[in-house]
T-cell receptor, first 116, second 114 residues
Framework: AQTVTQSQPEMSVQEAETVTLSCTYDTSESDYYLFWYKQPPSRQMILVIR??????QNATENRFSVNFQKAAKSFSLKISDSQLGDAAMYFCAYRGAQGGSEKLVFGKGTKLTVNP | DTGVSQNPRHKITKRGQNVTFRCDPI?????LYWYRQTLGQGPEFLTYFQNEAQLEKSRLLSDRFSAERPKGSFSTLEIQRTEQGDSAMYLC????????????FGDGTRLSIL
């Protein structure tokens, strides 16, 4: 079974600074998808960024970028120019591309605090 | 795009009672998912529908849990004979049915068992 591990329960960053959230995963599949979701307090979960495993190029969405290391099974999220609105729980998620499963497997999350 | 809607937002019930939650997906989305999230954890997959067909169920979905999507639009999740361990946030998500599409989540229904 696939597992996702987020080793940082909490992180903090100063406004306008850069922070990196870590995620590792375990799978025997060769093709899969990885996601970062953001869950603000008492609000719905929002997709931040996605990465297809077959793509070598790291995904980027504005201030958000990933460092995808397939061999190391690592998928970290970098937030540049942090803003107060970035404060939230961040979840790393895995979805296999084989076997027809649609489920997302989530890590336990990292709580990000942004200090003014 | 009005987003995924879940009702009720909160449900408080006594142990042993039955509860039912409703999820209305984004209108053009034919895939619908249920997840459960307990405090301090990430969401855990429960089940998935493509249109009205329930195609995947987790082992977490015990025989006290049943989910339906009768007309391929809204879905209900029923828990019978609730237990303390059922206390959680129940999240619904939907996505388009072509390829690997991002799942859009609702606000969730928080269930508290007294």
């Amino acid at each position: 079974a696939q597992t996702v591990t987020q080793s940082q329960p909490e992180m903090s960053v100063q406004e306008a600074e850069t922070v990196t959230l870590s995620c590792t995963y375990d799978t025997s599949e060769s093709d899969y998808y990885l996601f970062w979701y953001k869950q603000p307090p008492s609000r719905q979960m929002i997709l931040v960024i996605r990465q297809e495993a077959y793509k070598q190029q790291n995904a980027t969405e504005n201030r958000f970028s990933v460092n995808f290391q397939k061999a190391a099974k690592s998928f970290s999220l970098k937030i540049s120019d942090s803003q107060l609105g970035d404060a939230a729980m961040y979840f790393c998620a895995y979805r296999g591309a084989q076997g027809g499963s649609e489920k997302l497997v989530f890590g336990k999350g990292t709580k990000l605090t942004v200090n003014p | 795009d009005t987003g995924v809607s879940q009702n009720p937002r909160h449900k408080i019930t006594k142990r042993g009672q039955n509860v039912t939650f409703r999820c209305d997906p984004i209108s053009e989305h034919n895939r619908l998912y249920w997840y459960r999230q307990t405090l301090g954890q990430g969401p855990e997959f429960l089940t998935y529908f493509q249109n009205e067909a329930q195609l995947e169920k987790s082992r977490l979905l015990s025989d006290r849990f049943s989910a339906e999507r009768p007309k391929g639009s809204f879905s209900t999740l029923e828990i019978q004979r609730t237990e303390q361990g059922d206390s959680a946030m129940y999240l619904c998500a939907s996505s388009l049915g072509v390829g690997v599409q991002p799942q859009h989540f609702g606000d969730g229904t928080r269930l508290s068992i007294l």
